[in-house]
């Protein structure tokens, strides 16, 4: 949020592509079951967001990252993605900004958090499915570190796009969505 320019558009267009790629989200993470899942993480991209947001006009320190927190119980209320742990892991990126082996420890504290969340609360047991889960999880945050702190190119509409799309893809590659094809 830090290179944007208007942060007011910057949440409009994020809940805007939020509310458009909800439905591919949705078909594809709700097949077979037909279960009703989070919201797609463009949700939780504009609440982590706005979350810094608050930080930063509230006060650095315990008092804002209580305001984080408070954000990110609302995430795992109204069901984004990742819940809490992806406000979390949104804030660790931005407070620990200045010094990647920070933000790289953070992150790896609050995924490892979220696994161990899964497999001692909720007692999925510790099975190959969050293993490989948080196996994958940490292999962006390694690339992520790369990143040198330089806006890119401008290719935001591109990836606005690309997101329900490649939804769309995977499930028409899926069984799923191949068996609804005929393929």
């Not at 910057?10 to 939020?18: E, N, Q, T």
């Not at 909800?22 to 991209?45: A, C, D, G, H, K």
């Not at 650095?60 to 742990?85: P, Q, S, T």
């Not at 099975?127 to 690339?143: D, G, Q, R, S, V």
Request: hydrophobic share 55%; net charge positive; with cysteine.
């Amino acid at each position: 949020y830090i290179h944007t320019h208007d942060f007011a558009k910057y949440i409009k267009r994020l809940l805007i592509a939020g509310i458009i790629a909800e439905v591919p989200y949705l078909i594809f993470n709700s097949v077979p079951t037909l279960q009703v899942v989070n919201l797609n993480i463009l949700f939780t991209l504009a609440l982590g967001v706005i979350a810094l947001k608050v930080y930063d006009y509230v006060e650095k320190g315990f008092k804002g990252f209580l305001v984080v927190l408070a954000f990110a119980f609302i995430g795992e209320f109204i069901k984004v993605d990742y819940g809490i742990f992806g406000i979390l892991l949104i804030f660790s990126f931005y407070a620990f900004k200045d010094s990647k082996w920070k933000t790289l420890l953070a992150s790896l504290i609050v995924v490892a958090g979220k696994y161990l969340y899964r497999i001692l609360i909720l007692q999925v047991g510790f099975t190959e499915y969050p293993i490989k889960n948080w196996i994958c999880t940490m292999i962006p945050l390694f690339i992520i570190m790369l990143y040198n702190g330089k806006k890119g190119p401008s290719l935001k509409w591109f990836f606005y796009i690309f997101y329900p799309l490649h939804l769309l893809v995977l499930w028409l590659l899926s069984p799923y969505g191949a068996n609804l094809l005929n393929l």
